[in-house]
């Protein structure tokens, strides 16, 4: 059998990447939505900063009184971090516990129309946090465009700095 009998050559370019598209993104989407709000899921108390009635800094961009609107119920992955004690001269030590909380991008934006920033409260449990970072670490299959997670360090907040109700 010659080379000019074989009907099969390699193709001069490789084929598209497999499951890309809008439908295996919506399906990536639904059972997110699913596994989450149904399985391994918790349910926290988010409480974003009003942007309409807060006073912010002409120049700086911060505000001594934030105005808070009502909280939203979430479910997303919470990872406990621990408590961690450090020690400071002429204070003393100071005990301080943080969580992550992985929040499913797609969930928040399409669906309960939030967006997750510094500065907003939640509330885990009975205890109060307050989100410091914020990072976007996955990709749906690697497509820069496609963030599939949004996670908050959250650090707990001091008594009297924010009042839920």
Not at 26 to 46: F, M, S, W
Not at 63 to 70: R, W
Not at 77 to 101: M, N
Not at 106 to 122: A, H, K
Request: aromatic fraction near 10%; include cysteine.
């Amino acid at each position: 059998m010659s080379k000019k009998d074989n009907k099969w050559t390699q193709p001069t370019a490789p084929p598209p990447p497999l499951f890309t598209g809008k439908k295996e993104r919506d399906l990536v989407k639904q059972v997110n939505d699913e596994i989450i709000e149904r399985v391994i899921g918790q349910t926290i108390a988010y409480y974003p900063i009003d942007y309409n009635t807060t006073d912010f800094h002409p120049i700086y961009g911060e505000a001594i009184e934030k105005n808070f609107l009502p909280p939203i119920r979430v479910q997303a992955l919470i990872e406990w971090e621990g408590i961690q004690s450090a020690y400071t001269e002429k204070i003393g030590i100071d005990k301080q516990s943080s969580i992550v909380i992985h929040f499913h991008k797609r969930r928040l934006t399409e669906d309960q129309d939030l967006y997750v920033r510094e500065g907003d409260f939640v509330l885990y449990g009975d205890l109060l946090y307050q989100i410091v970072t914020l990072m976007e670490p996955k990709r749906l299959y690697g497509q820069i465009e496609h963030r599939l997670e949004i996670s908050a360090k959250c650090v707990r907040a001091r008594q009297g700095v924010f009042n839920g109700e």
